[in-house]
């Protein structure tokens, strides 16, 4: 069974970091690309980042581009998302989701629970 | 990167057919059949119903239908049941990925 557990979220001052963590299970983790997808309250969804099967691709959405930091250890199965210099707009719920392939092409099949990140003094 | 754009809501009673829209550019939804469709009811994930355009998941109900025309893809839902009640997000691939602002379905 797939499994997808975010952690790492909490509540953090603006411009501070934060590091999330999604561990895998239940699939093959360094055959598939993997997603970043948050969701502010009451919003819609936003991709933030993903990032290819090999690693050696990654995309970020303007909103956080130099800020956050995808990245992938494929020998602990775990996805990564580094947040830095947070700001009260990167408030959400932060989801995880597996690709079906190791390049991302939207066929996001499997997600997390999700991790909330609250920014604010 | 802006968003794809989607009614903020749509209504049907049981057993009708309803369809929602979800209007891009053509840098996005009228250059790439990677269009998909997640399923979010309150408080859950996200759950994947279409991908590429039309396909369905394995073990979907065929009521969900997904369809594309120029800058615009549709979801079509068929048989209207209660559960269908959720919000709906398309999303396309535009050299990166972008969401619809999403639609909440209300079964009357």
């Known amino acids: 069974e797939v499994q997808l557990v975010e952690s790492g979220g909490g509540l953090v001052q603006p411009g501070g970091s934060l590091r999330l963590s999604c561990a895998a299970s239940g699939f093959t983790f360094s055959s598939n690309a993997m997603i970043w997808v948050r969701q502010a309250p009451g919003r819609g969804l936003e991709w933030v980042s993903s990032?290819?099967?090999?690693?050696?691709?990654?995309d970020y959405a303007d909103s956080v581009k130099g800020r956050f930091t995808i990245s992938r250890d494929d020998s602990k199965n775990t996805l990564y998302l580094q947040m830095n210099g947070l700001r009260a707009e990167d408030t959400a719920i932060y989801y995880c989701?597996?690709?079906?392939?190791?390049?991302?092409?939207?066929?996001?099949?499997?997600w997390g629970q999700g991790t909330l990140v609250t920014v604010s003094s | 990167q802006s968003a794809l754009t989607q009614p903020a809501s749509v209504s049907g009673s049981p057993g009708q057919s309803i369809t929602i829209s979800c209007t891009g550019t053509?840098?996005?939804?009228?250059?790439?059949?990677?269009v998909s469709w997640y399923q979010q009811h309150p408080g859950k994930a996200p759950k994947l119903i279409i991908y590429?355009?039309?396909k369905r998941p394995s073990g979907l109900s065929d009521r969900f239908f997904g369809s594309k025309s120029g800058n615009t893809a549709s979801l079509t839902i068929s048989g209207l049941q209660a559960e269908d009640e959720a919000d709906y997000y398309c999303c396309s691939y535009s050299g990166t990925w972008v969401f619809g602002g999403g639609t909440k379905l209300t079964v009357l």
């Open positions: 989701a597996k690709d079906r392939w190791v390049i991302p092409t939207g066929r996001f099949d499997y």
């Open positions: 990032i290819r099967g090999s690693g050696d691709t990654t």
């Open positions: 053509s840098s996005d939804i009228g250059s790439y059949n990677l």
């Open positions: 590429e355009v039309n």
